[in-house]
């Protein structure tokens, strides 16, 4: 069941648009604790290691993306771990990926940049996902259920690392 909410929500300089939140119960019950509540971002930005780049709202984690309209959908974390630093080009699974244990929370695509957190719980494992991907209602690419974040990308071959 999905409770709606409209909620104003701090990110690095702008809110997202269409600040509609929504609780997913899955998403609640990860071991990377989150609070269960999620958005779709379309305009958050944020300036990490001198980048600016699209960043979901401060606090929430990217699950999913939807690259050719710029939207994310982030989940709240129920705690973070350090500030927010960027990743210009680790590796792990093929693709460009945050240092493990930690989680993506923005993208700049053409410059291949990564917006990375540790989440306050630690990671306990990862998997990569596509051909073909999980897709939500939305439709996006969306890390598979069981409440995990993203933690790394190969934009051209839409495959994810999924970190819980």
């Avoid at 690095?12 to 999620?38: I, N």
């Amino acid at each position: 069941m999905a409770l709606a909410a409209v909620t104003m929500l701090a990110g690095c300089g702008a809110a997202p648009e269409e600040e509609g939140a929504e609780f997913d119960v899955e998403v609640a019950k990860s071991s990377l604790s989150f609070t269960g509540w999620v958005v779709y971002d379309a305009g958050t930005r944020c300036t990490v290691g001198g980048s600016t780049m699209h960043c979901c709202p401060t606090g929430y984690a990217m699950i999913g993306a939807h690259l050719s309209k710029d939207v994310f959908k982030c989940a709240q974390l129920s705690s973070t771990s350090g500030s927010r630093f960027l990743d210009a080009g680790g590796r792990r699974n093929a693709m460009h990926a945050c240092p493990y244990g930690s989680v993506m929370v923005g993208l700049h695509v053409s410059n291949d940049y990564l917006a990375c957190q540790y989440p306050g719980t630690s990671v306990v494992s990862e998997y990569v996902d596509g051909s073909p991907g999980t897709n939500d209602s939305y439709p996006m690419h969306v890390c598979g259920t069981g409440g995990y974040a993203m933690s790394g990308i190969h934009v051209s071959n839409n495959l994810f690392t999924c970190a819980r």
